[in-house]
């Protein structure tokens, strides 16, 4: 099994685009096992439906080296390559004059080398300046190869490779020109979800072609190098304690499909039976069932559906005052709420659980890493336990419950902004933090162990 890891020199380059023609292209006739960088959910969604394969996240704020070495030899174990793909650019983190968060740190600690990714456009013998500096910036970074994009001709390339080549010991092995029919639209969190883009597989077709005509694929593969032989990091749950026919239902559909796929197959391996349902078309929640998640996603883009769904909302209030455990995670948040006012300033009447309201703002309202204390018991565990989250929305809370998260952001060990979060009612915590259960894996077995407490209780 070899790997590879596609960075950025910084966002806006295209390496999503590049990361994709190159999955496209290798999945043809390999098992490729796919990567991100950072807290991200819509681009691996897109990496799983190119090959095949789930996507996974790779943060080295959010876990720790032993962590990330785990779950990258776990993953990618039986593929023929790993590809990650990088997040901002290459050196681009958590605070300046650390690595952690960096995509140079997962690299580092996956020992995979770097096909750095420029944007190619209006420049030439420059382009050798930022791939040498980029080369020498970090001597423990293996950068061994760059893909040049938005270039206007062959001719072009050719003097941007030559540049490269005269100037610095990086390979160049190739390049992408600007399509307009492969470009994916954005809209405020980044990219359109794959949920709601249509002909996808003739834009993965298209991809695929574009990298076999001008991206030397073939010496991509010599330049990926096999993984490093897997030592204890192997133990980490390697016998999970599995529990009893424990049912929890999350919420999936076009609202609702933020989640970390090591989320979902920690629960599996602690013997949880996840059944998805959809909260915009089905008419309640799925029967029997002893937990409850509702994850982030774009439920103000879908409003209307969810508000016109009475009967789901109905039954998911129904369940939660019979003391259901649950977490909500952002968008999972604004829909337990009584209202949401949209974009455009309408009002959609949700769930009715916490009593109070979120509305969508000009611009975000929180964005980026910070470490979370429990200040009282809760599904997670006991007043004061920790764990690291990421936060990234553009809605704005007003909510009467209390707040049982305190939540701090740090630069140079100082602690330079806190705030309060994570909104207690029931048998549950709705949040806009986003957790990542490798961060800390009693958070998991803790919201397990209620909902086996509630299975108990009621059978």
Same mark, same amino acid.
């Given at each position: ?41 819509? &681009? ?217 796929? &090591? ?197």
């Amino acid at each position: 099994m070899k790997k590879i890891c596609i960075a950025g020199t910084q966002s806006g380059v295209g390496k999503t685009t590049v990361t994709m023609a190159i999955l496209a292209a290798l999945s043809k006739t390999m098992c490729v096992q796919p990567f991100k960088v950072g807290p991200d959910y819509i &681009d691996p969604m897109f990496h799983s439906l190119i090959t095949g394969n789930k996507s996974r996240n790779l943060d080295s704020y959010l876990m720790s080296t032993e962590v990330i070495s785990h779950l990258f030899v776990k993953n990618a174990f039986h593929s023929d390559i790993a590809v990650i793909e990088g997040v901002m650019g290459l050196f681009d983190g958590a605070s300046v004059g650390s690595d952690i968060g960096t995509t140079a740190s997962i690299a580092k600690i996956t020992k995979s080398p770097v096909i750095l990714v420029l944007d190619g456009s209006k420049v030439a013998a420059s382009i050798a300046a930022v791939v040498k500096g980029f080369e020498v910036f970090d001597p423990e970074l293996r950068i061994a190869g760059v893909i040049c994009n938005y270039i206007s001709s062959e001719g072009h390339y050719q003097l941007l490779k030559e540049a490269i080549e005269l100037h610095t010991n990086v390979e160049p092995i190739g390049y992408l020109t600007k399509d307009m029919q492969v470009e994916i639209p954005e809209r405020h969190l980044g990219l359109v979800p794959t949920y709601e883009l249509l002909e996808l597989e003739q834009m993965f077709e298209r991809l695929s072609d574009m990298a076999s005509k001008t991206i030397d694929v073939d010496r991509l593969l010599q330049l990926a190098e096999p993984p490093a032989e897997a030592s204890q990091e192997q133990s980490i749950n390697s016998s999970p304690s599995r529990t009893k026919n424990i049912r929890i239902a999350y919420a999936k559909d076009e609202a609702f499909h933020f989640y970390y796929q &090591d989320n979902l197959d920690y629960l599996k391996n602690q013997g949880v039976d996840l059944l998805a349902f959809s909260p915009m078309r089905d008419q309640e929640l799925p029967g029997n069932i002893h937990g409850l998640i509702l994850g982030g996603g774009f439920p103000e883009m879908f409003a209307k559906e969810l508000a016109e769904n009475e009967t789901m909302k109905m039954s998911i209030q129904k369940a939660l005052e019979n003391g259901l455990p649950y977490y909500a995670e952002c968008g999972g948040l604004m829909y337990l709420c009584q209202e949401l006012y949209d974009l455009e300033g309408n009002v959609h009447r949700m769930v009715d659980w916490f009593q109070g309201k979120t509305s969508m703002q000009e611009s975000l309202q929180r964005f980026g890493y910070a470490k979370l204390t429990l200040n009282q018991k809760c599904i997670f565990g006991e007043a004061g336990d920790q764990i690291k989250i990421h936060e990234f929305h553009r809605s704005k809370a007003e909510i009467e419950s209390a707040r049982i998260y305190e939540l701090y952001k740090e630069k140079e060990s100082q602690i330079v902004k806190q705030w309060k979060c994570g909104f207690a009612k029931g048998a549950g915590v709705g949040s806009y933090a986003h957790i990542h259960f490798y961060s800390n894996l009693d958070f998991a077995h803790n919201f397990v162990n209620s909902c086996l407490r509630y299975k108990e209780k009621n059978n």
